[in-house]
C-alpha cells in the first residue's frame, strides 16, 4: 500500500512526471507488439536488457558506469515502473529507456533476433507453487527466447535467493544449450534485492551463461 501510495505521489508531481516520461514508454508503444531499438536511443551501441528490474538500482548505476552502451529495463509492475522512470529522469539518464511490460512478452515477441549482448535477470518471483508454474519468468520457450535474442557470444547474468529455483533456471539454461561462463554476476550484489539479501546475511546463488551456437 505505502508502495502504490508513494507511486501516486510521484506522478502527481509534474517535474517527476515530466522526467519520467522522457524514459517511460508509452502503454500505446509497449502493446504495438513491436520495438523499434535504434529509434529508443540516441545512438547505436551494444544493448544489455534487464528483466524485472524493479526500482532500478542496478540498471541505473550500471548505465551510468558504461555511457557507450544502451539499456533496456522491463519492469512488470506499473507503479514499480513509474516509480523507477521517475528516478531514472531525475538523473538525466539518456541511454536507458524503462518498458512496463511482462518481460516474457518483451522478449518473445518484441526483440529482434541476436539484438541484446547481455541480459540481467536478478531474483524474479520464484512462484515456488505448482499452480503458479505459469507466473514463472524463466521456462524452456524463454530460453529458446532468449538464445534468439542474444548476439553472438551474448550473455545472461542470474541471481536468486531461492536456491532450488536457482538451480531451476541454470538447468534450464543449460538444457536449451547455454554454457556457464565465468563471468562475475554483475547485479548479484548490487541490485535492490542483492543489497537487501545480502545484508541480511542471506546466501546468493548467481551464475552467468553463454549463449549458444546457434548454427551448430
Ligand atoms: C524481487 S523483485 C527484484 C527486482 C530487481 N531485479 C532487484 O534485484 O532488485 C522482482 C521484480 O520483477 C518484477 N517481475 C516479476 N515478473 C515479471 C515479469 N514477468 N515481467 C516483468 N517484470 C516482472 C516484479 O514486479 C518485481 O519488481
Redesign the pocket.
Known sequence: MARLRKAGRVWRDATARADAERILIGDAAASALTIDLPALFPSKALLEV??????G??IMARAMACPDRNFLA????AS?ARVFAARAGRRGLNNLRIIR????TLVNLLLPDGSVSVYHI????PWPKARHEK?R?VSPSMVAALARTLATAGLIHVASDVEPWARQMFSMLTAGGFSESPAEVP?ARF????RKYLAAGRPIFASSFRRPDLTE
Open positions: 534487464e528483466l524485472g528490474a524493479g526500482r538500482d542496478f522491463v519492469e512488470l509492475a514499480v511490460a511482462d518481460a516474457r536478478y531474483f524474479p518471483d507466473h519468468m547485479g541490485s535492490g534485492f542483492g
